[in-house]
């Protein structure tokens, strides 16, 4: 890909957009409006909106490696607090990837320099789920579970917020973690079940 080809890409789709709506950017740039708060990996092969296939002012987007949603990160408390109290956003979203590399490099004995605080909270999901984990032979298939998990937890990470905790108990929210598979482009809901696993934990978490 050349650097300079973007421009004339953004060229073309200005008019592709104005072809099918001479009022689109006009539209776009009044108000955001978007019904979904989507954590997801910064992953180049996971593009969020293409994979949901929406458009721009549906979803609001947060990425960072291996879709985490850590406490002491400011960006992404930022982003759940703006989107839940100000764009009041009726879904949250947590999507995972299988082949995720920071996954799978969280399953590894290797320094990792600024990456080892970030990816220690992977480890601590392999901790939490340890015994399951251990259980599955097949690499791959751990390395999926692991995945799996990690989108788990970090739904669980947005339900210990104050702000997310007033939402869901006011019926204003759902939370849900999906996985997309690379090698088969599907979008896969993982359909967690929050309420067994908050009634074990939330004494723990509860705030509001
Ligand atoms: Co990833």
Same mark, same amino acid.
């Given at each position: ?9 953004? !060229? ?7 072809? !099918?709506?001479?009022?689109? %950017?006009?539209? +776009? ?5 978007? $019904?979904? =708060?989507?954590? &997801? *990996? $910064?992953? $180049?092969?996971? /593009?969020? #909106?293409?994979?949901?296939?929406? @458009? ?13 949603? $850590?406490?002491?990160? +400011? ?19 947590? *999507? &995972?990837?299988?082949? *995720? ?13 600024? +990456?080892? /605080? ?12 340890? #015994? #399951? ?9 751990? %390395?999926?579970?692991?995945?799996? %998990?990690?989108? !788990?937890?970090? *739904? ?5 917020? /104050?702000?997310? @905790?007033?939402? +869901? ?13 690379? @090698?088969? &482009?599907? =979008? ?9 696993? =908050? ?10």
């Amino acid at each position: 890909m050349n650097i300079h080809s973007i421009f004339e890409n953004n !060229q073309h789709w200005i008019k592709e957009k104005i072809k !099918q709506d001479k009022d689109y %950017f006009k539209k +776009l740039s009044a108000k955001q409006n978007p $019904s979904i =708060l989507y954590i &997801g *990996c $910064s992953d $180049s092969r996971v /593009p969020a #909106e293409e994979l949901m296939g929406v @458009q721009p002012g549906e979803v609001f987007v947060h990425r960072n490696i291996a879709n985490m949603v $850590s406490n002491n990160d +400011l960006s992404a408390m930022s982003v759940i607090n703006y989107a839940v109290t100000r764009l009041n956003v009726k879904h949250i979203v947590i *999507c &995972g990837h299988y082949n *995720c590399g920071g996954v799978e490099a969280a399953m590894q004995s290797s320094d990792l320099g600024i +990456l080892n /605080p970030w990816l220690r909270n992977i480890r601590d999901v392999y901790r939490i789920h340890q #015994e #399951e984990l251990n259980k599955i032979e097949d690499d791959d298939a751990r %390395f999926k579970k692991l995945v799996e %998990f990690n989108v !788990q937890e970090q *739904c669980v990470n947005i339900i210990k917020t /104050p702000e997310v @905790q007033r939402a +869901l108990k006011a019926k204003k929210i759902s939370i849900s973690g999906w996985v997309f598979d690379l @090698q088969t &482009g599907v =979008l896969i809901d993982l359909k967690i079940d929050f309420d067994n696993i =908050l009634e074990h934990i939330m004494e723990i978490y509860h705030i509001v």
